[in-house]
Structure formats: structure tokens, C-alpha cells
């Protein structure tokens, strides 16, 4: 089954880089698992509130530069946060990322504080 973006998503990438936009959008296409962009762009006033509430661990998020993302798992019309399906949005992202070139970092592949809505543009690549 092939999935498409919704409104809410589309949105949601507004001032988010192009080529993690891209990425996205490849996903959507390839997925096993439809999903929702819930944020991509932050102002620093929403990054704090995270940070506020451990929902983020600093305020240097790549989010307040565009060059990240966080998407949930849409299922039977609702978001499920059930960990096994962010292993397979990543590996619809990874898939997309290496399609295009594109160096791509998943928050569920970091050691501490495993974050697996989200992605980001690799610093070392994208500055």
C-alpha cells in the first residue's frame, strides 16, 4: 500500500531543509507504516517547553535550524508510539536517505536518550 502526506504534514515541513524534506517525502512513498510529521521546524520558545518537560535533552536542537524532523506512527487512525514500528520508519527514512545521498541521522540509533521519532540532517555533512 502506498501512503501520502497529509495536510498536517505537509505543513509540518515547512521551513525544514530540502533535502530532509525529500527524504520524508521518498518515505512516505516506500513505507510499510503510514506516518505522520508531528514537528520539524521549532521556534526556540517550543524548543524550551520540550526541553521543560524532558521531552528534549538540550536546546540546541537541529529542529531550530530545519535540519530535523519527528514522525509518528499512524495507525487505524490514530498515532501508535508501540517502539517496533519506529524500527521500520527507520528503515523506510534510511532506505529514502540512501536513495538520494542524503546523510541521515535516526534518534533511535543514538545511545543514550534513544529518540525514535526522530531524524536529522548529519551535522557533519549539513552544518
Known amino acids: ?3 501520502k502526506l497529509s495536510k498536517r504534514s505537509n505543513d509540518a515541513l515547512h521551513g525544514v531543509h530540502p533535502a530532509l524534506t525529500g527524504v520524508v517525502r521518498r518515505a ?3 513505507t510499510d507504516i503510514d506516518f505522520v510529521v508531528t514537528e520539524g521546524l521549532r521556534t ?3 524548543q524550551a517547553e520540550l526541553f521543560k518537560a524532558g521531552a528534549s535533552q538540550t536546546m540546541n536542537s537541529r529542529h531550530l535550524t530545519g535540519h530535523a524532523v519527528d514522525l509518528a506512527a499512524w ?8 517502539w517496533p514500528l519506529y524500527a521500520k520508519l527507520a528503515a523506510s527514512m534510511k532506505a ?4 538520494q ?3 541521515l541521522v535516526w534518534g533511535g540509533d543514538w545511545t543514550s536518550f534513544k529518540d525514535g521519532p526522530h531524524f536529522e540532517l548529519d551535522r557533519k555533512v549539513y552544518p
Open 44 to 46: 526556540k520558545e517550543r
Open 101 to 103: 545521498g542524503i546523510a
Open 1 to 3: 500500500m502506498t501512503f
Open 96 to 99: 529514502a536517505a540512501k536513495e
Open 75 to 82: 495507525v487505524a487512525g490514530r498515532v501508535d508510539w508501540s
Open 28 to 30: 512516505i512513498e516506500i
